[in-house]
């Protein structure tokens, strides 16, 4: 994890270097949209953040950090240091949740819901990583699975809305490399369901612990039988994704904070092909 001081404020960053080989999809301010990308940073920023500049303010960072190269960057003002990581068969998913303003997708009026000062800022930052490659179609198809998984997470958690109105997603895949581009990622397809469970799981998991930390005394829904079967023999330990080698520029973060002190960044482990 690496550790920066803005605007007087102690936050963390995150950062994922698989490297040269990969294509990516990604809704992210930095780098967003389809293409070769050796990094993916998910930086944590204060909930009054003002810039309003954020492309600049990620390439910013990534030169801090040493990031060469394309890559893509998103924002948020959930805690990065609470990343829930999740796996299915090959697919990763990690993700970064807060849910200040939970928020419809078809909100009406032009401005959707008010917030809510009494709590946290937030916004749900999701990266996938599979391990075979992915047409284009494909990637945009995984996209739509993520948020569909997503949504149903964050309603199974309890919360009134489809997500936040900031969120963003990235998929990875493998360049091609003599192996044909899988042409289907929908939730029922092989990978696509397998992207479903694993951000299904990472979303449920960071919303309900949000819910818990921020919302103690609103009771939490019931999950259903069926997820709970799925799921319930999912650890939290980093996959090949969230090797999702923490950056720490060598000194501590904020009291109570996990994580090892003085860690440097590093290549994270490919996931196997």
């Not at 690496?2 to 080989?21: N, T």
């Not at 990308?37 to 492309?55: F, H, I, K, S």
């Not at 397809?189 to 103690?216: F, Q």
Request: charged share 15%; proline share 9%; glycine share 14%.
């Amino acid at each position: 994890m690496h550790w920066r001081d803005e605007d007087g404020i102690r936050l963390p960053a995150a950062c994922w270097r698989p490297g040269p080989g990969y294509r990516m999809i990604s809704s992210g301010v930095l780098g967003g949209g389809i293409g070769p990308r050796e990094w993916v940073l998910n930086a944590q920023v204060a909930g009054e953040y003002a810039r309003t500049d954020p492309a600049g303010h990620l390439a910013e960072l990534a030169d801090q950090l040493g990031l060469t190269g394309p890559g893509t960057g998103m924002l948020t003002a959930a805690q990065v240091t609470g990343v829930v990581t999740r796996s299915d068969e090959g697919a990763e998913a990690a993700v970064t949740a807060g849910l200040r303003v939970p928020t419809w997708a078809a909100a009406p009026g032009p401005g959707g819901e008010a917030a809510d000062a009494g709590l946290a800022p937030g916004t749900i930052n999701i990266i996938v990583s599979v391990p075979v490659p992915l047409t284009d179609a494909a990637l945009v198809n995984a996209v739509i699975t993520a948020t569909e998984a997503k949504t149903q997470a964050v309603l199974e958690a309890g919360f009134p809305g489809t997500g936040t109105a900031t969120d963003a997603v990235c998929v990875a895949a493998p360049v091609p490399a003599g192996a044909a581009a899988e042409d289907f990622a929908g939730p029922r397809s092989d990978w696509g369901a397998r992207i479903a469970r694993a951000v299904y799981a990472a979303v449920l998991a960071g919303a309900t612990a949000y819910r818990a930390d921020r919302l103690p005394a609103m009771p939490l829904p019931a999950i259903t039988g069926a997820a709970t079967r799925r799921h319930d023999m999912w650890c939290l330990g980093l996959p090949p994704l969230l090797h999702m080698v923490f950056l720490a520029a060598g000194s501590a973060g904020p009291p109570g904070t996990r994580g090892k002190e003085g860690t440097r960044c590093e290549s994270g482990t490919a996931p196997q092909r």
